[in-house]
């Protein structure tokens, strides 16, 4: 069973792809996207801005949550990965705690028009 949303149209692969309100992402929150079998991505919000990134983490690359939409610490001030702890910087996607210090989430090209958030290109695409 998946832990993440899917977005509103799974099957359609053109691009931009709209995943959602940035309203349906609460402030101070995370959402999750599960593009297809293999790829999901997430979306947080923190004091006006929006930020994307794959759902991997670089240390054991897996994915950082166990529970869907759930993708912060306790003080919703860092990106916390649920396998081992990594504690990773909202804006940056730096790795700053855990097994992993230095390395980084993989940031995904999105768009926000007229309040509704777009994928901009496949990032399965994006094999680092
Ligand atoms: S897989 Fe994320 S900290 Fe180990």
Redesign the pocket.
Known sequence: MSANSTPENPQEKSYPQRLCAVDDIPTGGAKGFQLDKFNSIFAVRKEGELYLYRNR??????E?NWMPDRFLDRSRDYIM?A????LFQIDSGKCIS???PGTQLSPVAHTIVDGQLYLNEDPSKDRT
């Open positions: 983490c670089p240390h054991a690359r897996l950082l990965c396998a081992h702890g990594a855990g097994p992993c």
